[in-house]
């Protein structure tokens, strides 16, 4: 997958290395969320532009930092610093699966070839690969099953790139997903969405 300019080769501790701006602000403290402002959308310095419309421009579309600013001429060199780390943030501070609301398991709770119940954009179970810090899933595509990996959520290097929300353990999974990518797929197609209805189901609000 192809790493985007946002973070660097470095990655997220790069981009924690927080500089003060000429205001005096920390990088962070120039994106705002008003609840009643933008749909409650973190923005940039309370200007009407959006934290993740300028996310997109440098993260998935590769745009310069030059190219940005003339696209959004109220912002500032460290508005955008301000971008990367809020984009690291998000990141690390994951607690939960933004869909569902369940809690997402600690990595320290995961155990080596043991399979997990969650939510990716492709699978809703997963297998623990300990050693490659990644989680196996079978994933179907134009007609074929095959062997996927996936990141467990705090470990992604973009806030874009697909993880694996795991919340809880499947101790009698009906589908083997091994240690290898070049398996075939040799069972019940349907019972890899056995948890799509549940794990892609928002909570009913109380009351």
Request: glycine share 0%; net charge negative; proline share 8%.
């Given at each position: 997958m192809r790493e985007a300019p946002i973070l660097g080769n470095e990655g997220p501790r790069l981009a924690l290395r927080?500089?003060?701006a000429r205001d005096g602000k920390m990088p962070m403290e120039r994106i705002t969320i008003a609840p009643g402002d933008m749909g409650g959308?973190?923005?940039i310095r309370d200007l009407q532009i959006k934290f993740w419309d300028v996310y997109r421009d440098l993260a998935f579309r590769g745009m310069?930092?030059?190219?940005?600013?003339?696209r959004y001429p109220q912002l500032e060199r460290e508005d955008l610093s301000a971008v990367r780390e809020y984009a690291v943030h998000l990141i690390q501070s994951r607690t939960h699966d933004e869909f569902t609301g369940r809690p997402i398991l600690s990595k320290e709770a995961l155990k080596e070839g043991h399979y997990y119940k969650g939510r990716c954009r492709?699978?809703?179970?997963?297998?623990?690969?300990?050693?490659?810090n990644c989680f196996y899933y079978w994933q179907e595509k134009f007609g074929r099953i095959f062997i996927e990996?996936?990141?467990?959520?705090?470990?992604?290097e973009e806030a874009w790139w697909d993880v694996f929300d795991v919340v809880e353990e499947l101790p009698n999974p009906k589908v083997e997903i091994p240690f290898d990518k070049e398996a075939v797929f040799c069972g019940n197609?349907?019972?890899?969405?056995?948890?799509?209805i549940e794990m892609w189901s928002r909570p009913r609000p109380k009351g």
């Open positions: 927080r500089k003060v959308q973190p923005c310069t930092a030059d190219s940005v600013l003339q492709n699978a809703t179970t997963a297998r623990w690969n300990a050693q490659e990996t996936i990141r467990f959520p705090t470990d992604a197609p349907d019972e890899l969405y056995e948890y799509n």
